[in-house]
């Protein structure tokens, strides 16, 4: 699978029935759609490599941390200024827009995401609020794709 997207999903519930009777399960464990082959840890890669946020080992000039930084109308994240969207979708994605990965919901009043061992072919970022995309670039020698948002 090359595509991937994983959404961090928060207060799942699951309930099912047995015999008529309906009975709460534990919610389900929530992982993003790795391969059979996944890593999961830098341990399972080989040497030189390290086990990237999607889940494949890659070697260590493959991967990089990105921050995904932003500002609304040009003053800082706060509490105040991101009422009107206290939450985000931020979605990376490939040159080729075959792979994805996402992370929801991140609190706008952060003002800052990071990812640590994002893959380089990750070179857009998505950020979605309220019915809004903004996309932005991954500068290639900071790791920093940057928006200013007008919330």
């Known amino acids: 699978m090359r595509g991937?997207?994983?959404?961090?999903?928060?207060?799942?519930?699951?309930?099912?029935?047995?015999?008529g009777d309906v009975v709460d399960d534990p919610?389900?464990?929530i992982r993003p759609p790795f391969e059979h082959?996944?890593?999961?840890?830098?341990?399972?890669?080989?040497?030189?490599?390290?086990?990237?946020?999607?889940g494949t080992c890659l070697p260590v000039s493959e991967i990089r941390a990105v921050h995904v930084i932003w500002t609304v109308r040009g003053a800082a994240a706060d509490v105040a200024a991101c009422s009107p969207a206290p939450d985000f979708e931020i979605d990376f994605r490939s040159s080729?827009?075959?792979?994805r990965?996402?992370?929801?919901p991140v609190p706008c009043e952060q003002g800052k995401f990071t990812v640590d061992?994002?893959?380089?072919?990750?070179?857009?970022?998505r950020l979605s609020h309220k019915?809004?995309?903004?996309?932005?670039?991954?500068?290639?020698?900071?790791?920093?794709?940057?928006?200013?948002?007008?919330l």
């Open 27 to 29: 919610p389900p464990t």
């Open 37 to 54: 082959d996944a890593c999961r840890s830098d341990s399972a890669c080989a040497p030189g490599e390290l086990c990237a946020r999607t």
């Open 117 to 125: 061992k994002l893959p380089t072919k990750f070179t857009t970022v």
């Open 4 to 19: 991937l997207f994983a959404i961090l999903l928060v207060g799942c519930t699951w309930s099912s029935s047995r015999d």
């Open 96 to 99: 080729d827009s075959a792979s």
């Open 101 to 104: 990965l996402g992370y929801a």
């Open 131 to 150: 019915g809004t995309t903004d996309t932005a670039g991954i500068d290639a020698a900071t790791g920093n794709a940057v928006f200013d948002l007008a």
